[in-house]
T-cell receptor, first 118, second 111 residues
Framework: EAGVAQSPRYKIIEKRQSVAFWCNPI?????LYWYQQILGQGPKLLIQFQNNGVVDDSQLPKDRFSAERLKGVDSTLKIQPAKLEDSAVYLC????????????????FGPGTRLLVL | QKEVEQDPGPLSVPEGAIVSLNCTYSNSAFQYFMWYRQYSRKGPELLMY????GNKEDGRFTAQVDKSSKYISLFIRDSQPSDSATYLCAMSYYYGQNFVFGPGTRLSVLP
């Protein structure tokens, strides 16, 4: 079974530029998550989709971050304009349904995209 | 006070040792508790899941939850060099959403 795919793996941009990340979840997984992981910290949930709909985006800085899930499969996360404090690893995860950690509903994480904002 | 706290480490132990990793949290509404392992430059992977208080064992790993003390633990028996990673605790109020992660503890198991 193929895992969660993310691209690009690394990105360096200057502040005020725009950047986009792409995620392809495991086939058949209804739920998709985007997390931000700053160095030395745990992942912080930015947005959770179930199929096409948003379940939780309470921690997404909506003035600069946006996300969409195309046809309930792939997803893109965009930052416009980027700030220095956006430097982090952006993790995408997917789960069959809810990702609570019960058998069959584990969150599977991709390798992440490392973003450096100069 | 942060919602979820962990000792960042690094924690260094000899191969074969019993490792104890801990998290404390402030919000008594958390009901679902998880432990993830994250290798360098990889995404986290789920190790253990527990609902409410109690113990759960899976091979060399045991998870404990004490809701009265707002304290959770992960024990690793017969630790191996391959266990060297960052261990993240995570918890949620609702089933399947609103996950909150701790900052992680970096573990190094020395051969």
């Amino acid at each position: 079974e193929a895992g969660v795919a993310q691209s690009p793996r690394y990105k360096i941009i200057e502040k005020r530029q725009s950047v986009a990340f792409w995620c392809n979840p495991i086939s058949g997984h209804a739920t998709l998550y985007w997390y931000q992981q700053i160095l030395g910290q745990g992942p912080k949930l930015l947005i959770q989709f179930q199929n096409n709909g948003v379940v939780d985006d309470s921690q997404l800085p909506k003035d600069r971050f946006s996300a969409e899930r195309l046809k309930g499969v792939d997803s893109t996360l965009k930052i416009q304009p980027a700030k220095l404090e956006d430097s982090a690893v952006y993790l995408c995860a997917s789960s069959l349904v809810t990702g609570a950690g019960t058998q069959g509903e584990t969150q599977y994480f991709g390798p992440g995209t490392r973003l450096l904002v100069l | 006070q942060k919602e979820v706290e962990q000792d960042p480490g690094p924690l260094s132990v000899p191969e074969g040792a019993i490792v104890s990793l801990n998290c404390t949290y402030s919000n008594s509404a958390f009901q679902y508790f998880m432990w993830y392992r994250q290798y360098s430059r990889k995404g986290p992977e789920l190790l253990m899941y527990t609902y409410s208080s109690g113990n759960k064992e899976d091979g060399r790993f045991t998870a404990q939850v004490d809701k009265s003390s707002k304290y959770i633990s992960l024990f690793i028996r017969d630790s191996q060099p391959s266990d060297s990673a960052t261990y993240l605790c995570a918890m949620s109020y609702y089933y399947g959403q609103n996950f909150v992660f701790g900052p992680g503890t970096r573990l190094s198991v020395l051969p």
